[in-house]
């Protein structure tokens, strides 16, 4: 046991030391796509709506080991509520070669809900649909249930404004063999992107306890959408 974990120890190790090394002479340097911070890029109220910041975790002990494991550069987590409808929009980013695309892509809701307890209903990747008047980028959807609590879901993670093909490969276990699949992970990212490894990362995520055709149709996914246009989620805000 002592000598697995001796490896273990040993990989992770190695595997920092080969993305500093890439990040620091191979990488080229590249300049962010957000202008501003997210408090500016996304306003905190949605008219007709009541919102509320939602914090990354129960407590503060619990909100700081999330900011260290997840090392992002900002973060908007806000609560949006109108009658019986609940959303909630989640954005995190991290600036130009400060992490490892597999290091941001696994932290996704098929690892992290999954691992809280909640299961897998449905789910689709690279879907590519218009929604709301809006031809969006390719993006991942999917249902998740826990305890009679249903959430819908689409997310993106965008690489320099592009979305990442591959988040549906990446998956965080919480075990041991974490190490060993990042470093699988940073390998598989070379090989398919070279070393075009250092674009800026958005996680984009909205949540919905009512799926969002249903949203659609009342013109509510239009309206959630324009709020988040900033960040380019839609080709249509590619302009």
């Avoid at 002479?25 to 501003?36: D, H, K, S």
């Avoid at 070669?97 to 990747?125: F, Q, T």
């Avoid at 969006?136 to 979305?163: D, I, N, Q």
Wanted: aromatic residues 12%; proline residues 4%.
């Amino acid at each position: 046991m002592r000598k697995f974990f001796l490896v273990i120890l040993a990989l992770g190790l190695g595997f920092v030391i080969s993305t500093k090394f890439v990040f620091a002479f191979l990488v080229p340097e590249v300049e962010p796509t957000l202008e501003q911070g997210l408090a500016e890029t996304i306003p905190a109220e949605m008219r007709g709506w009541r919102s509320k910041k939602v914090p990354l975790s129960d407590t503060p002990e619990g909100e700081d080991r999330v900011l260290d494991v997840l090392d992002l550069d900002d973060v908007f987590c806000r609560q949006y509520v109108k009658g019986d409808t609940e959303v909630m929009i989640y954005v995190a980013y991290w600036y130009p070669a400060s992490e490892p695309y597999s290091s941001v892509a696994i932290h996704n809701p098929d690892s992290c809900w999954v691992i809280a307890g909640w299961e897998i209903e449905e789910r689709e990747s690279n879907r590519e649909v218009s929604m709301g008047g809006l031809d969006l980028k390719e993006h991942e959807w999917g249902v998740y249930k826990r305890e009679g609590s249903v959430a819908h879901v689409m997310f993106w993670h965008l690489l320099g404004g592009k979305p990442n093909k591959y988040i549906k490969h990446m998956l965080w276990t919480s075990t041991g063999m974490d190490s060993i699949k990042r470093q699988f992970y940073f390998i598989f990212n070379m090989y398919q992107m070279g070393l075009n490894l250092g674009q800026d990362q958005l996680f984009v995520r909205i949540s919905s306890n009512k799926p969002f055709q249903e949203l659609e149709e009342s013109g509510d996914l239009r309206q959630i959408l324009n709020h988040i246009d900033g960040l380019g989620v839609s080709r249509v805000s590619d302009g």
